[in-house]
């Protein structure tokens, strides 16, 4: 007998509330009983990105929603600055420049946070730049970054500010319209507590001007059709809608906790995870004042095999957090405090990763973690 404990930061655990939602009959698309849900969801949505304006919903992970945005935005040969510090920032450059956009780039050493100045610098350099790409909490390395600052620089250009919060919603503090961000894109399975399979857009008028401009291809993710549908509470094509049913009930809960609430005690959560981890003998990677409160990285003693711990954690106690990507592969672990986990199951990982490198020979007092742990709290 085996139980699991899924602590990454994606896809994270659901409540049951949600996961019972998704075993129901499934309605079809085009009926007002689903109108009715989907309606509820949009409306949801608003609520959770801080926006009157537009929202769809894709059936999609988050990179759909991310692919979305430059293809409805940018049009071959645009100018785009893509201000990344991981690996999540480094998708945008990707997608980008299959979009044959022309792409200048800053690159934030990872661990550290984009720094809004040289945004500021960028767009003062290049006045044709049609908009900026870059990320709310990036995970590969537990940053946040400081949208209210980038927005602000940001509004005063004609560029559009195009945010990944694919991680960051619902859990880091985000107002999309009073920071105005123009681009918003997410995904359901992170603070949203629902199964990975819909993303998000939220996007404002700023943006739709771009919209209207855009020649590159796209026929699935055009916002226009998205746009034409939500009067008639539907989607174009069809819509995962079991996600959808499920989601209804996760933004109940939400908006039932309030958003205010739910960013207090992540951000509780994560000061006590840094603790804890400090008191595992071990160096945080993020630097403390840009680490991101959804999840805490770790940094891992080079005698330590990163994806080995991470392997035989979940092999032996069924507790799932994740190694480090790309550049970080072996040399970091990263646990997840966000939408449905709460203190206990952070507990548990605390205390599966102490058995792990205590077993590797690291040098720890048993108990100290989650004691450090537990006193934050
Ligand atoms: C910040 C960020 N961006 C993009 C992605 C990619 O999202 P997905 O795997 O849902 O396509 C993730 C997922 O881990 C993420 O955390």
Redesign the pocket.
């Given at each position: 007998m085996k139980k699991y404990f899924l602590l990454t930061?994606?896809p994270t655990p659901i409540p049951p509330e949600v996961a019972q939602k998704e075993s129901l009959p499934i309605l079809h698309h085009r009926t007002s009983e689903f109108g009715e849900i989907f309606n509820e969801v949009i409306e949801g949505l608003k609520y959770v990105f801080q926006t009157k304006e537009d929202c769809f919903l894709l059936s999609?992970?988050?990179?759909?929603a991310?692919e979305s945005a430059v293809a409805n935005l940018i049009s071959p040969q645009d100018d785009v600055l893509v201000a990344s510090c991981g690996n999540?920032g480094d998708?945008w450059e990707k997608i980008c420049k299959i979009y044959k956009a022309n792409v200048t780039k800053i690159d934030a050493e990872w661990g550290t946070a984009v720094n809004p100045q040289e945004i500021k610098d960028k767009l003062e350099k290049n006045r044709n730049i049609k908009a900026v790409f870059t990320?709310?909490?990036?995970?590969?390395t537990g940053v946040v970054n400081d949208l209210k600052t980038i927005g602000e620089i940001v509004s005063k250009t004609s560029a559009v500010l195009v945010i990944?919060?694919?991680?960051?919603l619902a859990g880091q503090p985000l107002f999309k319209d009073e920071w105005k961000l123009d681009v918003v894109v997410s995904?359901s399975?992170?603070g949203l507590m629902c199964a990975?399979g819909l993303?998000f857009i939220a996007i404002n008028q700023k943006a739709w001007n771009l919209v209207e401009k855009s020649t590159s291809p796209r026929f699935y993710f055009d916002y226009k059709l998205m746009k034409k549908s939500i009067p008639k509470k539907e989607t174009p094509f069809t819509p995962a809608v079991s996600l959808i049913v499920a989601l209804a009930e996760a933004i109940r809960i939400i908006k039932k906790e309030e958003l205010e609430n739910i960013f207090k005690n992540i951000e509780k959560l994560a000061k006590a995870t840094r603790a804890g981890v400090k008191a595992l003998n071990l160096e945080l990677f993020a630097k403390e004042e840009v680490a991101c409160n959804v999840l805490t990285s770790a940094k891992l003693p080079e005698n330590i095999e990163g994806d080995k711990l991470v392997g035989d954690l979940r092999k032996e106690f069924g507790i799932s957090i994740a190694g480090g990507q790309d550049k970080l592969k072996g040399k970091i672990f990263r646990i997840a405090h966000m939408g449905f986990i709460d203190q206990f199951d952070v507990i548990v990982g605390l205390s599966g990763i102490e058995t792990m490198l205590k077993r590797a020979g690291h040098n720890i007092t048993p108990g100290k973690a989650v004691s450090a742990f537990k006193e934050v709290l």
């Open positions: 930061p994606g999609s992970s988050g990179t759909g991310m999540f998708r990320t709310h909490t990036e995970t590969s990944d919060a694919i991680s960051g995904g399975q992170k990975p993303s």
